[in-house]
């Protein structure tokens, strides 16, 4: 038998350092090496993040601007209404541009005419460094601590998620919130699981409440109520204080997404195990107070500016809209989320299936046993109908047949027995599957909805992963099958970043990717060679590098260029117009609203002459579907240059043309 001295070495490394300060410095290295490329040089991506930096933007102009530069139609919101334009911005609250707000305040020094887009991402970067390191602790709580780090790599590196830290958006900043808060309920859950035996082993007979006398079992069960905590637990309320601080920041991000997952964590948790006392510790009116004292005072002042009916419209449309359909045109069927799971989770989805399916058994148990099942599976004892009499007969007297009847019988009376075995994978469980289920449902679908169930993910597929020596040969080799569709993701992934490449071969950042993705390509190879020996957790940990060399390359040389049309043409059109004054024509995208600082200029094609008429020493930025606007007046305008880009909101080309007045004779 052959020993690998160097594996061994290495995990008994990585279990010496894998939860001190080590770990945490390569957790570090690790996001800043993926997250700080093209953070700086990324232009501003239509349409969300134009939209949160610039009502951030005028929000701190609101207080930092003397106030004879202020706008009144830019600047009437103030710190409590974010404004777009002249408009306000109502459907997200207001935490995220208070604090891409105070960035910008950092970073120049209270000069708002100083600022970069660079400047409202900070928040979503520092979000991304914590969620990973928040994940990484609760494994360690959880699970062996190489768990636990390994999970938080594995998110660190997820296409999602690197994306997300260089948005200046808010959807970093709830998931922050929504990990930290699943931090505490799981301290909450695992302190008083432990102490009322929440959890029941398979192999012990099931009783009928939580604290009963088990038959097998001469002395009663302590429950929840009848155990004497110390004076200092019961006055520690500091899990549950931080709890619901985290969910009132969660509320104050993105609304109702960090409490319905805890919400649902929590059902599911107490259904599985027949125990709900245990939701005491979580001191719920404490929370409701929290996060009324936290939401109300902006309200409140919302509703005395705005009104309060303009307000609940808003919110109504925004919750109720988005589940009841497609606002805005993104719908997906269900399976939606899964299916873009194996590509917005790689390199981490090798596993993540069979992962999930191992923490469903062992997580969950019949509490009948299997020597129970066995016994009635022998006596062939004929189980209770489901349906009410009569449900049974369907038009014209057909019955239902007596094989589906008894199958659905039996997948609820399992369902109905059911109880938690092992806390962690329960917990896990129970924070992905039922919030996962409703982004299925709901007719709005976009693929950063599900981010906060991928720490969950993320540590349930590092414990898949770390126990791949303890799995049968028919599951290694079910799970080998399926490792074949993650590695033409893989190729897929490094074609287009290598086709992003070979376009942006002009860029001052090309030399990147030129770079690394040889270093990609070989490491693929290698990662191949693994999954060819069956060694899964081998082809995971190239994968993970060759992951980090994609997204640098893509990042630093592909995406600058790639969303870099309207700030290429912005650019342009003021060194054309050489101070005068510029507008567009047949072109409206947010990030122009961000390069005008919330003044654009749009004109109508019909309108165009009028427009030069006022401003004959302007330029007109003039989009090729409405050049109709200046080739039908050839006498008195003519195109100075165009210009060629990918229009990637339309998912189009798309031409321009700058266009002068002629000068008179």
Wanted: hydrophobic content about 45%; some cysteine; proline content about 8%.
């Amino acid at each position: 038998m052959r020993i690998d001295l160097g594996a061994m070495l290495a995990r008994d490394n990585l279990r010496k350092h894998a939860s001190g300060p080590l770990g945490a410095l390569a957790l570090v290295l690790l996001c800043c090496t993926v997250y700080l490329p093209g953070f700086f040089s990324i232009p501003p991506v239509d349409r969300d993040e134009s939209r949160f930096a610039q009502a951030s933007r005028q929000m701190y102009e609101s207080v930092a601007l003397p106030e004879a530069e202020r706008d009144p139609e830019l600047h009437s919101g103030g710190l409590a209404v974010p404004m777009v334009g002249g408009k306000p911005r109502l459907n997200k609250p207001p935490l995220i541009y208070w604090l891409q707000a105070a960035s910008a305040a950092v970073f120049t020094g209270g000069d708002p005419l100083k600022d970069a887009i660079w400047m409202y991402r900070v928040p979503s970067l520092v979000a991304g460094l914590v969620i990973v390191l928040a994940t990484w602790r609760i494994g360690c709580s959880m699970f062996d601590p190489r768990v636990g780090w390994v999970g938080a790599c594995l998110l660190a590196v997820s296409p999602v998620f690197v994306w997300e830290a260089h948005q200046a958006r808010a959807d970093m900043v709830m998931v922050a919130c929504t990990t930290l808060a699943m931090g505490q309920l799981w301290r909450l859950w695992r302190r008083a699981s432990q102490r009322s035996s929440l959890t029941c082993p398979l192999s012990r007979p099931r009783r009928e409440r939580v604290g009963e006398r088990a038959p097998s079992s001469p002395t009663p069960t302590p429950s929840l109520s009848s155990i004497q905590l110390p004076s200092s637990v019961r006055r520690s309320v500091a899990p549950s204080f931080l709890l619901w601080v985290f969910v009132a920041l969660g509320v104050l991000t993105k609304g109702p997404i960090t409490p319905m997952v805890i919400v649902l964590t929590a059902a599911w948790l107490s259904v599985f195990s027949r125990n709900w006392r245990w939701l005491r510790a979580t001191r719920p009116v404490l929370g409701v107070m929290i996060v009324v004292a936290a939401v109300a005072p902006w309200v409140w002042a919302v509703a005395r500016q705005e009104g309060f009916g303009e307000y609940w419209s808003i919110v109504y449309d925004e919750v109720f809209g988005r589940a009841g359909g497609a606002k805005e045109g993104h719908w997906g069927p269900p399976g939606y989320h899964i299916v873009l799971l194996v590509v917005l989770f790689w390199p981490g989805s090798l596993l993540t299936g069979l992962s999930i399916g191992r923490a469903w058994r062992r997580g969950l148990g019949s509490i009948e046993g299997k020597r129970g099942r066995e016994e009635k599976r022998r006596r062939k004892s004929p189980l209770p109908s489901p349906l009410p009499p009569g449900a049974g007969e369907g038009a014209g007297g057909a019955r239902v047949p007596p094989s589906l009847r008894r199958s659905v019988a039996s997948s609820l009376a399992t369902l109905r027995s059911l109880r938690v075995t092992r806390r962690p994978e329960a917990f896990l469980l129970a924070w992905m599957l039922p919030s996962w289920l409703v982004f299925e449902l709901v007719g709005t679908k976009l693929p950063h909805y599900t981010m906060p169930l991928y720490p969950a993910v993320a540590l349930l597929t590092a414990r898949g992963l770390m126990a791949w020596s303890s799995l049968r040969e028919a599951q290694r080799t079910r799970a080998q099958r399926g490792a074949w569709i993650w590695a033409v993701v893989g190729v897929v992934l490094i074609a287009v970043v290598g086709l992003g490449a070979l376009v942006s071969i002009g860029a001052p950042s090309a030399f990147v990717a030129c770079l690394l993705l040889p270093f990609a390509l070989i490491m693929g190879i290698a990662s191949v060679r693994e999954l060819i020996r069956k060694n899964l957790p081998g082809a995971q940990r190239w994968s993970v590098a060759i992951a980090v060399l994609l997204l640098v390359s893509f990042l630093a040389s592909a995406a600058p260029g790639f969303f870099g049309m309207t700030q290429w043409a912005q650019h342009r059109a003021t060194e054309l117009a050489d101070g005068g004054p510029v507008t567009w024509v047949g072109l409206r995208e947010d990030s122009l609203v961000w390069f005008g600082r919330g003044r654009p200029s749009y004109t109508e094609p019909k309108e165009l002459m009028a427009w030069f008429a006022a401003n004959p020493d302007g330029l007109a930025v003039v989009s090729v579907y409405a050049e109709d606007s200046y080739l039908s007046h050839p006498e008195d305008l003519w195109a100075v240059e165009y210009a060629s880009g990918y229009h990637y909101t339309k998912g189009r080309s798309e031409k321009l043309a700058f266009v002068e007045r002629l000068p008179p004779e």
